[in-house]
T-cell receptor, first 113, second 112 residues
Framework: EDKVVQSPLSLVVHEGDTVTLNCSYE??????LLWYKQEKKAPTFLFML????IEKKSGRLSSILDKKELSSILNITATQTGDSAIYLC?????????????FGQGTILTVHP | NAGVTQTPKFQVLKTGQSMTLQCAQD?????MSWYRQDPGMGLRLIHY???????DQGEVPNGYNVSRSTTEDFPLRLLSAAPSQTSVYFC???????????FGSGTRLTVV
C-alpha cells in the first residue's frame, strides 16, 4: 500500500522566517512527487518533481526530490502571512498513471506578522 | 472558463438519506477524482476516472458510487448517508499523465 508522510504536521513562524517542509513516501514504481498549497478552499498545484536533485523554483518557494532517501522538501524563504496554508504532497499510486494520487496528511503553516 | 464546478457548496443530510454531489469541468480533462478531507488526514481518494465510461475505486470507496457517462461530469452518489461521511468533499480534474489537478471549491457535508 502506498504511503506518504509529511512533517511537521503544523508549524508556526513569523514573517521573514525560512521554513522547510518534509515529505517522505513509499510507493511501488515511483514516478513523481507533487506539491499542492491549500488556502481557504481548494488545493492548488505547485510543483511536480520527477528527477532526483533537480530543484524546482517559483518565487520564494522551491522544492527538491531525493530518490535515494525517498523524500522531498519544500522550502519557503522570507515567509509572508499570505503563505499561511496547508501544504500537501502526493504521489501517483503504483507508478501506473496520475489517475490515482495518494496524499500525505498535510503540513499546516501559520505565518504571524 | 469555469474550471471545476461543484454543487452544492453545503449540505445537511439525515442518517440514511441519499444524495448526489455534482461535479462538472469545462477543460476537456480526461482524469477526474473525488476526495474527502477530514482534519489531520489530508485528502483521501474515494473514486477516480481516467475517461468516460471508466471508473475505479480509491482508498475509501465504501458507501459511495460514481459514474462517468461524459467527459465533463463525474457525480458522486451517497447511497445511505452515515455520520462517518461528514466531511469536505473535493472533485478534481486533470489532463492525462499530468499530476497537476484542478480542484473544485468543495462541498461541506454534514450527516446528522
Amino acid at each position: 500500500e502506498d504511503k506518504v508522510v509529511q512533517s511537521p504536521l503544523s508549524l508556526v513562524v513569523h514573517e521573514g522566517d525560512t521554513v522547510t517542509l518534509n515529505c517522505s513516501y513509499e510507493v511501488t514504481n515511483f514516478r513523481s512527487l507533487l506539491w499542492y498549497k491549500q488556502e481557504k478552499k481548494a488545493p492548488t498545484f505547485l510543483f511536480m518533481l520527477t528527477s532526483s536533485g533537480i530543484e524546482k523554483k517559483s518565487g520564494r518557494l522551491s522544492s527538491i526530490l531525493d530518490k535515494k532517501e525517498l523524500s522531498s522538501i519544500l522550502n519557503i524563504t522570507a515567509t509572508q502571512t499570505g503563505d499561511s496554508a496547508i501544504y500537501l504532497c502526493a504521489v501517483p499510486a503504483g507508478g501506473t498513471s496520475y489517475g490515482k494520487l495518494t496524499f500525505g496528511q498535510g503540513t499546516i503553516l501559520t505565518v504571524h506578522p | 472558463n469555469a474550471g471545476v464546478t461543484q454543487t452544492p457548496k453545503f449540505q445537511v443530510l439525515k442518517t440514511g438519506q441519499s444524495m448526489t454531489l455534482q461535479c462538472a469541468q469545462d477543460m476537456n480533462h480526461e482524469y477526474m477524482s473525488w476526495y474527502r478531507q477530514d482534519p489531520g488526514m489530508g485528502l483521501r481518494l474515494i473514486h477516480y476516472s481516467v475517461g468516460a465510461g471508466i471508473t475505479d475505486q480509491g482508498e475509501v470507496p465504501n458507501g459511495y458510487n460514481v459514474s462517468r457517462s461524459t467527459t465533463e461530469d463525474f457525480p458522486l452518489r451517497l447511497l445511505s448517508a452515515a455520520p462517518s461521511q461528514t466531511s469536505v468533499y473535493f472533485c478534481a480534474s486533470s489532463p492525462p499523465h499530468s499530476g497537476g489537478y484542478t480542484f473544485g471549491s468543495g462541498t461541506r457535508l454534514t450527516v446528522v
